[in-house]
């Protein structure tokens, strides 16, 4: 074989410099991993879907009357209490707000009235500073309605504390 012939087939048979340099394992490792960080950087991310947080609310121990100013007449916040738990029904002050249907609960234990489904005044205890409204009379189809009652309160309003009898050792410790 002539020697021009045999130098030109081995220079054919070398890679060329350029591809030699582009192609080595540094390179690659190097695209590698340009490739998974786009990758990183632009995969979907999964947010976690929290469900909103409730405000935060202090628990309160309220009664008959430190209960009463919560009627909606004042900038203050709408309560009323039902079998002992006080909910904020401030969101549904077209309801219970003043004007509302249901006013007369505002501010007030609603149970009786609820149980009886009468917004009347007489539903209402009387003495303020009196026991608290033991329900005791009520029939069984009062009493699953006044629970009917509970349960779509649960759902829509927050409870911010409890009712409990001017006297009640709970009140004193809450006024301390
Ligand atoms: C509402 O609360 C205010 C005190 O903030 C009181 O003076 C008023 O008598 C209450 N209204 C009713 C209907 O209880």
Redesign the pocket.
């Known amino acids: 074989m002539d020697y021009i012939e045999q130098r030109m087939g081995q220079e054919a048979a070398k890679p060329t410099p350029e591809v030699q340099t582009i192609a080595t394992p540094i390179n690659f490792i190097l695209l590698s991993l340009f490739v998974f960080t786009l990758y990183y950087q632009l995969r979907p991310k999964k947010v976690a879907a929290l469900p909103p947080a409730p405000p935060p609310t202090v628990f309160q121990t309220f009664t008959p009357p430190t209960l009463?100013?919560?009627?909606?007449?004042?900038g203050?916040p709408i309560y009323f209490a039902v079998r002992g738990r006080v909910f904020d029904v401030s969101t549904g002050r077209n309801f219970y707000g003043p004007g509302g249907p249901y006013?007369?609960f505002?501010?007030?234990d609603a149970s009786r009235g609820l149980a009886h489904g009468s917004f009347d005044e007489d539903m209402l205890t009387k003495d303020l500073e009196g026991p608290l409204d033991d329900l005791k009379d009520l029939d069984a189809d009062q009493r699953e309605s006044l629970r009917g009652w509970e349960e779509r309160f649960e759902e829509k309003y927050l409870v911010v504390g409890k009712l409990v009898a001017v006297g009640d050792k709970e009140a004193e410790d809450a006024k301390a």
């Open positions: 009463q100013p919560f009627n909606g007449t004042n203050k006013e007369n505002a501010g007030r």
